[in-house]
């Protein structure tokens, strides 16, 4: 039969991994019976009741993975680490367990790839956030899909089912900070989008903050377009130019209007002040890249694992390779 894999990550859920799998079993038994169920938990490095009841669930089902991290390394690190290990014909890449994303939409992604898409990727009509957050994420989804070369859907989160082909595309990227949406975006093939109501937590707290998803976004629009280099350069000549050309504008009106040009130190200051801060902010964008280049090169793992569960060894099928 074929392959099903569900990958859900979790941090602090000791609240929430028995229904998620529960419901995710359910699920299988009453609408997928002719699949195969596989789902992988990849786990940050809970020190709450988290990983005692994996344990138990693990131990219970061998239809359930369980990826141990040795600290937490963050939910696209460790999400994308654990798509190694996945093995369906298909993989639905995040099913959180807190099931703010509806796993009851699973069949009907099912059919749709049964019927050719290779991407199934399910839309938010709705979200629980302020005006801030939203103007802040079209910005972001503006930026990205005005200056990337593919489109990322402004709702559309890793809330998808791709096809292997797909997943092995992903992969191959060997990305050290992957982003997972664009990564998804960026290798192309038939997608189709599906809307859903992205529901309310019912248990515990979201351990997303505002500055890492600041993170995602700055790190979305470093890894998928090299616009903001290309404008330091082009604004670096603007300025230069600009300074060129004030300069000669001083020099021509102290000899024809010396008493209307300007004296002393202030505008020195003011264009040294603007300058430095144009400068330093480029450096910094300048970094960014900096940064992303020096983790590619090094060839760390995405993630460092303590312990794995239900995975005899780290080269089964659609596992990593062997290092």
């Not at 957050?133 to 890793?158: S, T």
């Not at 960026?186 to 505002?210: A, N």
């Amino acid at each position: 039969m074929p392959v099903i894999t569900v990958v859900s990550p979790c941090y602090q859920e000791e609240d929430n991994v028995e229904i998620c799998h529960e419901t995710v079993r359910r699920i299988f038994e009453e609408t997928l019976p002719g699949y195969t169920r596989e789902h992988i938990f990849a786990d940050n490095a809970s020190t709450d009741g988290t990983l005692e009841k994996l344990r138990q669930i693990a131990q219970a089902d061998p239809a359930v993975k369980v990826i141990v991290n040795a600290r937490n390394f963050g939910l696209f690190r460790s999400t994308f680490n654990a798509f190694r290990y996945a093995t369906g014909d298909a993989i639905l890449l995040m099913l959180p367990v807190d099931l703010q994303d509806p796993p009851e939409m699973l069949p009907d992604f099912v059919k749709l790839w049964e019927q050719g898409y290779q991407v199934v990727a399910g839309a938010r009509l709705e979200r629980q956030e302020g005006a801030i957050m939203r103007a802040c994420r079209r910005l972001f989804y503006a930026i990205v899909n005005k200056l990337a070369d593919f489109e990322i859907p402004e709702n559309v989160g890793e809330f998808q089912l791709v096809d292997r082909k797909v997943l092995d595309a992903m992969i191959g990227h060997e990305d050290q900070y992957p982003y997972i949406r664009g990564l998804v975006a960026s290798v192309g093939f038939r997608r189709v989008i599906v809307p859903y109501t992205w529901v309310t937590r019912e248990r515990g707290k979201s351990k997303l903050r505002i500055w890492t998803l600041v993170d995602q976004a700055l790190n979305g629009i470093f890894a998928f377009t090299s616009a903001p280099m290309r404008l330091a350069t082009l604004a670096g000549f603007t300025l230069s130019a600009l300074c060129v050309a004030y300069a000669i504008a001083m020099l021509v009106a102290y000899f024809v209007l010396p008493n209307a040009a300007p004296r002393g130190i202030t505008t020195l200051l003011v264009s040294l002040f603007f300058l430095s801060g144009v400068q330093i902010a480029f450096i910094g964008m300048l970094g960014e890249y900096v940064t992303a280049i020096h983790a590619q090169v090094r060839h760390g793992g995405v993630v460092t694992e303590q312990e794995r569960i239900n995975i005899d060894r780290p080269d089964t099928p659609g596992g990593p390779p062997p290092k």
